[in-house]
């Protein structure tokens, strides 16, 4: 069965960082590119980045770029996203999910049938 377990969420203050982990289960993982998502309050769920099957390839959105990492490590079936320069903006419930229209990456393409529950963001002085 599918599986995405999201952790590493929590409150910090604008300008920390934090780094999410994205763990798969179920899945033969590095068949697919995998990206972060994110769901703001009153607000629709939006892409923030997503990285190629081997990692070689990674795509941000704009407000993202320069201040967040995406990365994973296939063996252990995790992608990590390494957030820097936190915002009060980056406050949502971040996501990962497969791509199954990697073209659409970072804004969409993902498989809406893989969402785990999301780990919160809180970024609040």
């Known amino acids: 069965q599918l599986q995405f377990v999201e952790s590493g969420g929590g409150l910090v203050q604008p300008g920390g960082s934090l780094r999410l982990s994205c763990t798969a289960s179920?899945?033969?993982?590095?068949?697919?590119?995998i990206g972060w998502f994110r769901q703001a309050p009153g607000k629709e769920r939006e892409g923030v980045s997503c990285?190629?099957?081997?990692?070689?390839?990674?795509n941000y959105i704009v407000s993202a770029k320069d201040r967040f990492t995406i990365s994973r490590d296939n063996a252990k079936k995790t992608v990590y996203l390494q957030m820097n320069s936190l915002e009060p903006e980056d406050t949502a419930v971040y996501y990962c999910?497969?791509?199954?229209?990697?073209?659409?990456?970072?804004?969409?393409?993902?498989?809406?049938?893989?969402w785990g529950q999301g780990t919160q963001v809180t970024v609040s002085s």
């Open positions: 999910a497969r791509l199954l229209n990697p073209s659409q990456c970072p804004y969409g393409g993902a498989d809406n049938g893989s």
């Open positions: 179920g899945i033969t993982f590095d068949n697919y590119a």
């Open positions: 990285i190629s099957r081997s990692g070689l390839d990674t």
